[in-house]
Structures are given as C-alpha cells and as structure tokens.
C-alpha cells in the first residue's frame, strides 16, 4: 500500500493500530460516545458514559457526518469534541449515514426514510445529474478534516468507514441498488475526490460488509482494492431472536475469512459495529440495543471477550466498536445514572478493566 501522501500522525495511527492487532490486547469503541450519552451531562468529548462508569473514554470513538447536518450533534461542536477526544488519547472512526441525494432539490440534503428511492449510487457518479450535489457533501467532509486540527496546528487522523454494510438492503449503495463494480467505482471515486482534488491526507480508509460472511469471494466481491482501504471490517450485531452461541459461531466464522484475507493483502481488520440488539424483551417492548431490565445473557460482554481471546483469527482485530447510548431506551453499553444502575453493568465493568481491553488511558 502506498502510503507517501499519508501526514504523519495518519501513519502513526496505522502503526498504533498495527502494534494492538500484534498484541493480546483489542482496542473498544463506542459510537457517539464523546457528545451522546445517558449518564452525561456535558456534550464537549469531556465525558461518556463508559468515562463516567470506569474513568476512562474509550480507545476508539465513532462520529458520524450526520452531525455536519444537525442530526446527532452539529458540525462546529463536533469538531471541539473531536479535539477534546483527541487530547484524551483517543481515535477516531468517522461514518456516514449518507442522504438521499435525489431529495430535497440542490442545496438542502434530505435524510429522511427514503434512503433507498432514486438510483443515486449511478446520478452521483461523474456524469451524472447529482455529481454536484454530491461534490458538495464530499466537500464539507474534506472540510471537516482540515477544522480538525490539534493544539500543534496537525489535522487529527481519522478512520473513515463510508457506505458501510455495502452487502445488505437497507441503504442505497447497498447490493440490490448497486451492482459490485459500480460499488468500487463509487468507493474508488470517493476516496479519490478527498485524497486527490481536496487534498485530505489524514484518513485512513475502512471497508466494513455486513456479517456474517461465508467465504473470501463473498466478502471481497465489493471491496475497492488495495490502495483505497486500510482496515478491512465488519458489522456483525447479536440478535437475541437467536441463541448467543450461533452469534459466537457466526462471529468466528467470519472473522477467519476476514482476518485471512486482511492478512493476505496486508491489512488491519476491525470489528467495525456490534452489540446485543434485544429487539423483542420479555416485557413486550421492541428495543434496538439492551433492554433496560429482563436481559437474557447479563455475562454477554466478558463471554465475548473470553471467545475472542481463544481465537487466533479473532485477535488478530485492532478494534471492537458498539453503537451509541442515545436514550434509555436505545442503547449498546450499561450505564449508571443516579438511583439507576443497568443490570449488565458489573459484567460491563469487568469487560472494561480487564488487562485485554484498551481504553483511552490505558493504551
């Protein structure tokens, strides 16, 4: 991989990155978790959840450019917490739950439900009557990158993850809306634009299919190629409609797919989302991450750690990341909040001060 345009905290990132995935230890992550929590009372990056319960933030940190655009968060604060973060020690990994690019006529970017309507992987290509629009949002990405800067004037490096979940249904960069060459194309392309005409040299690039994977040419039959990724990923979350062991073997079978082929092309490999998503409790209410009491597996997050600590291809992941706490009812990690401690919080905690586990200052 070509890596001479690279500014030199990026590279300095990759080989953090590199020395966890040779080590014992996996670095854990929680998006959202600097400026969206249940227990915080300051959206800065000055605290978290995770922070609150066991002093530290996590190692690594998801934002999304959903906040650029008012939703979960806004731009001018994010690039603050950002900074905060960076301060603390931790790395950053930047989404994108990109818009409809066909809504909302040429100025105004419409996130609505529609995310699927349109053809819009083939229109924002060059050539194509929403090219501009699209150029437009890149822009203020590559813009985001150059505000985020650290207290020596250096952009903070960044692990950005665009068109995640690229095998799945769900959004319209996915398989049924765009065809396996025209995904690279478009990954390609991205990439390009931000490296080449917006000059941003502090991504790293990430590449994250849904689980579970089956075989190599399923999880390489979108990927962009070498010089367009750094860490190959995976989003795999446990959904209790199943028993905890299927997760445990999905999980594994996917990552000896992943971590080969990471091997192979000389590449890091993540676990790029994850978490228990109860979907329907015992009290009949549908929750998308934890239930905030009749939970089934209440040792779920140290069982996971004891899986990955077995197996070889497992630990070869430099990071593990669960989703946001946006509510009380919708979160991925326990918490503590006053008179209100979550009934998974002492295997939460457990999890966390284990010597395995990376957290911001401990690394």
């Known amino acids: 991989m070509n890596t001479d345009y690279r500014e030199p905290l990026a590279l ?26 249940v227990s915080i009372e300051n959206f800065d990056g ?27 968060g806004n731009y001018h604060d994010l690039v603050r917490v950002v900074q905060q973060l960076h301060k603390e020690g931790c790395i950053i990994t930047l989404s994108s739950h990109m818009p409809n690019f066909s809504l909302g006529g040429d100025e105004y970017f419409d996130f609505s439900s529609k995310f699927t309507d349109g053809d819009i992987g083939h229109r924002i290509m060059p050539g194509g009557d929403l090219n501009s629009k699209y150029i437009k949002f890149l822009n203020r990405i590559a813009e985001f990158a150059g505000d985020c800067i650290d207290v020596s004037g250096e952009r903070i490096p960044m692990i950005f993850r665009p068109f995640h979940e690229d095998n799945g249904d769900w959004f319209w960069w996915g398989r049924e809306y765009l065809q396996d060459k025209d995904f690279v194309d478009l990954f390609k392309y991205t990439v390009d634009y931000l490296r080449n005409d917006c ?18 040419i399923d999880y390489m039959a979108r990927y962009p190629g070498d010089e367009y990724v750094d860490i190959m990923g995976l989003d795999l979350y446990d959904d209790k409609i199943s028993h905890k062991d299927k997760f445990h073997d999905k999980l ?13 092309h ?31 597996d209440l040792n779920w997050f140290t069982d996971l750690l004891e899986l990955i600590s077995s197996d070889e291809s497992l630990k070869k992941m430099c990071y593990m990341l669960i989703w946001a706490n946006f509510s009380d009812t919708q979160f ?19 999890f966390l001060t284990d010597e395995r586990i990376l957290l911001a200052k401990s690394c």
């Open 266 to 296: 000389g590449k890091l490999c993540a676990l790029t989302e994850t978490g228990v998503r109860v979907l329907t409790a015992s009290d009949g209410n549908y929750y998308e991450g934890l239930a905030p009491s009749g939970n089934t």
């Open 332 to 350: 991925w990690a326990p918490y503590v909040k006053g008179d209100f401690c979550h009934e998974m919080v002492e295997d939460f905690e457990n």
């Open 252 to 264: 594994k079978k996917s990552f000896k797919v992943i971590a080969n082929c990471a091997h192979n």
């Open 199 to 216: 000059g941003v040299r502090s991504f790293l690039y990430c590449y994250s299919p849904n689980g579970p994977i089956e075989n190599i």
């Open 12 to 37: 300095e990132l990759i080989e953090r990155l590199r020395d966890i995935s040779d080590s014992d230890k996996i670095a854990f992550g929680q998006q959202n978790a600097g400026h969206i929590g």
């Open 46 to 72: 000055t605290e978290s959840d995770v922070k609150n319960l066991c002093g530290s933030h996590p190692l690594v940190v998801g934002i999304d450019t959903l906040s650029f655009y008012g939703y979960e």
